[in-house]
């Protein structure tokens, strides 16, 4: 009876393998089989075989005989590492030089060898797969180049909107100043040396604003110097600048400790004449406006902290006030764009710093501006 049997069974068998072939011949996936630790060429199914760029003629070949350009491109290597682990090897978008109507072409593929083994551990097939992922690739590269295009368009109008902010107080300072002397007929030699000097550091500023922002644009990313600044003229300067721009002379400033901080002077210009200009403005209402300035070492930070006594912000604005073109409901009779925080805010994020603050209507606002200690 088994007589009978084993024959019809081995009959079965081979139907039943040449019925899996025809089904992966026929597949528009690309597929090969080695069954030898030569890596020979046991199938390879049209798909595959357009890929290779040959015929049924590599059937029953080992790899490196009838692909040398396997063995340059590490294929070969690849295919016995396989073979002697039993570890299967995936990879995807990999390069590949194809031969395409006599030329060569660079097409990627997702690429898994997946090793067959028994149940002693052996390899006895490895089964490859190839999927050509080359037009999904140019057409993600496409889309990354359109969304690379959106963002620096983006950051272009950010730029434009920064810029006109930035060199609107110095433009201020230098047009008060000109305008001062226009109408004075008579003015002292003392007088003269104070307002040139306030018009030709405005227009200093607003040299450094432009050569930085130009910089920016060329880049496109922040790259700042990591020189030692020391802040106590800068701040000095800003306070005397903020003082004319928002007619607040009887402001009184209170500077305690100013730590260095290592970094580009423009970039803390710009930080510091944020803060500071709206703790004068929003203070100078007030019959006695006062404004601190503190610095301490805290945990690896360097903090900065500008107090004023203006008009606060009100509580559920707090957060608000760092988004574009965002003001306060209370400001209205302030000058003002709403760029200012918004701008500080990415400024200190590119410096792995941060800024917060606190406030209270009427009380005043307190401005931290936390800088990295290298």
Not at 135 to 155: M, P, S, W
């Amino acid at each position: 009876m088994l007589t009978v049997i084993l024959p019809r069974l081995s009959v079965y068998m081979k139907r039943y393998e040449n019925f899996i072939l025809e089904i992966l011949r026929q597949s528009r996936g690309a597929t090969a089989i080695y069954d030898t630790a030569g890596i020979r060429i046991a199938f390879a199914n049209n798909a595959m075989r357009e890929i290779w760029g040959c015929g049924e003629e590599v059937i029953g070949q080992c790899v490196d005989s009838v692909f040398p350009e396997f063995i340059e491109q590490g294929f070969s290597e690849i295919l016995k590492s396989v073979w002697t682990t039993g570890q299967t090897y995936e990879v995807k978008a990999y390069p590949t030089n194809v031969m395409i109507n006599g030329d060569v072409e660079v097409k990627y593929f997702d690429f898994i060898y997946q090793a067959i083994v028994n149940e002693e551990g052996s390899t006895t097939a490895i089964v490859q797969t190839a999927t050509d992922v080359s037009l999904r690739l140019h057409a993600l590269e496409k889309v990354e180049e359109q969304d690379a295009i959106l963002t620096f368009n983006k950051e272009l109008e950010v730029l434009t909107r920064t810029l006109s902010h930035d060199l609107k107080n110095p433009l201020s300072i230098a047009k008060m100043g000109a305008q001062y002397l226009q109408t004075k007929h008579v003015v002292n030699e003392l007088e003269l040396q104070k307002w040139t000097t306030i018009i030709l550091d405005a227009l200093t500023s607003i040299e450094h604003i432009i050569a930085h922002k130009i910089q920016l644009n060329q880049t496109r990313m922040l790259q700042y110097d990591n020189a030692v600044i020391l802040l106590e003229k800068i701040i000095q300067k800003i306070c005397a600048e903020s003082q004319t721009l928002y007619h607040s002379e009887n402001c009184v400033f209170k500077i305690g400790q100013l730590e260095s901080l290592y970094g580009n002077e423009d970039v803390f210009y710009q930080i510091f004449f944020n803060v500071i200009g709206n703790a004068v403005k929003y203070s100078s209402q007030r019959n006695k406006p006062m404004v601190e300035i503190n610095s301490s070492r805290r945990q690896g930070f360097i903090v900065y902290t500008v107090q004023d006594n203006g008009i606060g912000i009100p509580e559920m604005e707090q957060t608000a006030v760092f988004q574009q073109f965002h003001r306060a409901e209370n400001t209205g009779g302030f000058p003002g764009t709403g760029v200012g925080l918004c701008v500080v805010k990415k400024i200190m994020e590119r410096l792995k710093g941060k800024i917060t603050l606190s406030s209270e209507v009427n009380k005043g606002t307190t401005v931290e501006l936390i800088f990295p200690d290298p």
